[in-house]
């Protein structure tokens, strides 16, 4: 049973980085058919989606908002001894997009840096080994940036997908705390049986140059991927709840992966969950993967005041199957920023800055 | 079987519950209808169903067995196999 208490960390900021293209997904010039937009729209609930510029990756838009968090945190390059890049939208196969965010981010040579393979339920698990590494021992800070840029991947013919997903960059900064009570905990799940739900097949190793071309496109089982969530996520949070010993009312926020409106409110009325500790980002945001935990945080969510703690409970969920949740602490030292990726370069590549 | 799953509905609910679902006039609703002929019984609205299911009886439709359904009988023939239709209804 993957259940952890990890004591002795604090999340000293978060910070997210949007592209700066916005997409109307009412827009008649994207093709589809009216009626059918004005249902996925009023369902999903996205009205309208941030998409990158082909020459911008994940790695660009973490870069930019872990550049930010530093330099509000006051956190010198080389007091950071890991980063942690989870993505499922690398900049390469090979290298590690995180030994390049390294580089890039003027991080020492004595930091470590590798990326982790998850999408949907990568902002608890990334929050999750972060913790543990600084519970290990030998660090003092580290960065998790998770970011994705599903727009790359969904086939512009494909309506249920091309109007649900958007692109984000997130970095969250970790440190020790020896404040009695810090710390946070730490649930995680897996169900590799239901992987084809939602699955990308084709152009890594499995199958390098697929004859079907839609296997050069996210492949969506939604009927599959909503059964999943509501069998899943409701016991998540129940368990979750176990085991840090919390009531719905003593947990201040409920942090969802924001994946499609009317998943998250029948989560919601399911669990029991009030509307005013659950925020919603996926209006203007769209669902962009995991790091939509990190933008609902930033872009919704006003952070404790003087002397005040709050508790938060993230949810990830989806592509794997995987799911998990953190329940994570904020304290009124804490920095939560948001970028609109204004004045990002449409231009700058990996070796450019 | 779950203490929700427990509750029972007659025909005529059943029909009401699907008419509201897939946004028909419950007159129109019967057993025969075709899939087919119900606009708002797409990939949306099979999400519907399976909310609707899970939230009324705690049922679980699965993707498979939705797709599998073709006229408005098997969402009942479903629910009375699940004990949630009442026989003398």
Redesign the interface.
């Known amino acids: 049973m993957s259940q952890s208490n990890i004591g002795g960390f604090r999340i000293a900021g978060i910070s997210t980085c949007l592209p700066p293209m916005v997409v109307d997904n009412l827009d008649p010039a994207l093709g589809f058919p009216p009626e059918d937009v004005r ?2 729209v009023a ?1 999903a609930g996205v009205r309208e989606r941030r998409v990158v510029d082909p020459s911008i990756t994940s790695a660009d838009l973490c870069h930019r908002a872990a550049t930010r968090l530093m330099e509000r945190l006051g956190w010198a390059p080389e007091s950071v001894s890991a980063l942690i890049f989870v993505t499922q939208t690398p900049d390469h196969f090979l290298p590690s997009t995180s030994c390049l965010l390294q580089q890039r981010l003027g991080l020492p040579d004595t930091c470590a840096a590798f990326d982790v393979g998850l999408g949907c339920s990568g902002y608890p698990y990334g929050l999750y080994i972060a913790a543990a590494m600084l519970r290990a021992g030998g660090h003092q800070r580290v960065l998790m940036l998770h970011g994705e840029t599903p727009s790359r991947f969904v086939s512009p013919e494909d309506q ?1 997908t091309v109007l649900l997903f958007s692109d984000a960059g997130s970095a969250t900064a970790l440190e020790l705390d020896d404040t009695p009570g810090a710390g946070g905990q730490f649930v995680l799940h897996t169900d590799g049986s239901g992987a084809n ?1 939602l699955i990308l097949r084709g152009g890594a190793f499995r199958d390098r140059e697929p004859a079907n071309p839609r296997h050069h496109f996210l492949e969506m ?4 991927i ?2 999943f969530t ?2 899943r996520v409701p016991p998540l949070i129940a368990e979750t709840l176990a085991f840090a010993g919390k009531t719905v009312a003593e947990v201040d926020a409920f942090v969802f992966h924001q994946s499609n409106r ?1 998943i998250m409110k ?1 989560l919601m ?2 669990s029991g969950l009030p509307d005013d500790r659950v925020p919603m980002s996926i209006e203007d945001s769209g669902n962009c993967g995991g790091p939509s935990v990190a933008v609902a945080m930033t872009r919704r969510l006003t952070p404790p005041a003087p002397g005040q703690r709050l508790h938060w409970m993230l949810l990830g969920y989806g592509v794997g199957l995987s799911w998990g949740s953190a329940m994570i602490q904020i304290d009124d030292r804490a920095v939560l920023l948001h970028d609109d990726g204004e004045g990002l370069s449409l231009n700058r590549g990996a070796n450019d800055e | 079987m779950s203490e929700k799953s427990k509750t029972q509905v007659s025909v005529s609910d059943a029909l009401a519950m699907l008419a509201e679902c897939f946004n028909l006039p419950v007159e129109d609703m019967h057993a025969d209808l075709q899939r087919d002929a119900i606009d708002d019984w797409d ?2 609205g ?2 519907m169903l ?2 609707e299911l ?2 009324r009886f705690g049922i ?4 498979e067995v ?2 599998e359904m073709t006229r408005i009988g098997d969402v009942l023939a479903f629910l009375k196999v699940h004990g949630v239709l009442s026989e003398n209804a």
Not at chain 1, 221 to 224: E, F, N, P, S, V
Not at chain 2, 60 to 63: F, I, P, S
């Open positions: 249902k996925v369902m249920a739900g089982d939604g009927a599959a909503f059964n509501i069998k009317f029948h009325k399911k | 990939s949306m099979a999400l399976m909310a899970d939230e679980e439709l699965t993707a939705s797709r």
